[in-house]
C-alpha cells in the first residue's frame, strides 16, 4: 500500500465551481500534512499547511482527520489559475524531516 | 530575498558520463533535501542534509549516487556513470534550521540521459 493515495483524476470543473480533493495516509504516526500546487512539472509550491483543527485561507480549506487518516483540501470559487495538480504530502515521525507525497490530482478549470 | 536557487535547469548527459547537480538554499535555511521525480510518478525522498553532515540519505540509490553540503557553498548530488533510468527531474528544498516542517522547493534541474 502506499503511503499516500490521491485520486489521480483529472478533475474538470468550471470557473466559479466548488471542488474537493481528498487523500488518504498510511502511517498513523504521520506528524505533519500540507498541500503543495505543482504546475506543469515546475516545482512543487507549498500552498497550506493542515492542522488538526482545519484551516482555511481565502478560497482554500483543509481539513484532518487523523481518525480515518485522511485529509481533504476544498477551493471555492474556482480560478482559471487554479488549474494545477495538487499533492498531498505527509511527513511521518521516523522519516525525520522527510516527506512523502501523493502523485497529485490535477485540476483543469475551464472558462 | 532569493528563494532556493538550482543549477543547472537542464542537463544533457551520455550514457556513462557523470552529472552534478548544485542547489543553493533560501538565505537563512542551513537543511537541505533533494528530491527526485520520474516521468509520470510522484516526488521521491533521496537525502536531507545539514552543513557538512548528511542527517538522512534512507532514499538514496546505494550506487553511484552521493551528495554533499560543504561548509561554504551550495549542496551537490552527484550521479556517477548515469544510466537513461536516472532521467528525471531532480528537486533541492530547503528549510529554516529552527525544525519549521516546511520546505521550500527551488526550480529543480531536468537531467536527460542519452
Known amino acids: 500500500r502506499k503511503e499516500v493515495e490521491q485520486d489521480p483524476g483529472p478533475f474538470n470543473v468550471p470557473e466559479g465551481a466548488t471542488v474537493a480533493f481528498n487523500c488518504t495516509y498510511s502511517n498513523s504516526a504521520s506528524q505533519s500534512f500540507f498541500w503543495y500546487r505543482q504546475d506543469c512539472r515546475k516545482e512543487p509550491k507549498l500552498l497550506m499547511s493542515?492542522?488538526?483543527s482545519g484551516n482555511e485561507d481565502g478560497r482554500f480549506t483543509a481539513q484532518l482527520n487523523r481518525a480515518s487518516q485522511y485529509i481533504s483540501l476544498l477551493i471555492r470559487d474556482s480560478k482559471l489559475s487554479d488549474s494545477a495538480t495538487y499533492l498531498c504530502?505527509?511527513?511521518?515521525?521516523?522519516?525525520?524531516?522527510?516527506?512523502?507525497f501523493g502523485k497529485g490530482t490535477s485540476l483543469l478549470v475551464t472558462p | 530575498n532569493a528563494g532556493v536557487m538550482q543549477n543547472p535547469r537542464h542537463l544533457v548527459r551520455r550514457r556513462g558520463q557523470e552529472a552534478r547537480l548544485r542547489c543553493s538554499p533560501m538565505k537563512g535555511h542551513s537543511h537541505v533535501y533533494w528530491y527526485r521525480q520520474l516521468p509520470e510518478e510522484g516526488l521521491k525522498f533521496m537525502v536531507y542534509?545539514?552543513?557538512?553532515?548528511?542527517?538522512?540519505e534512507s532514499g538514496m540509490p546505494k550506487e553511484r549516487f552521493s551528495a554533499e553540503f560543504p561548509k561554504e557553498g551550495p549542496s551537490i548530488l552527484r550521479i556517477q556513470q548515469v544510466v537513461r533510468g536516472d532521467s528525471a527531474a531532480y528537486f533541492c528544498?530547503?528549510?529554516?534550521?529552527?525544525?519549521?516542517?516546511?520546505?521550500?522547493f527551488g526550480p529543480g534541474t531536468r537531467l536527460t540521459v542519452t
Open positions: 504530502v505527509v511527513r511521518g515521525l521516523n522519516s525525520g524531516y522527510a516527506l512523502n
Open positions: 493542515v492542522y488538526s
Open positions: 528544498a530547503s528549510s529554516p534550521p529552527y525544525g519549521a516542517y516546511e520546505q521550500y
Open positions: 542534509l545539514q552543513k557538512e553532515n548528511i542527517i538522512d
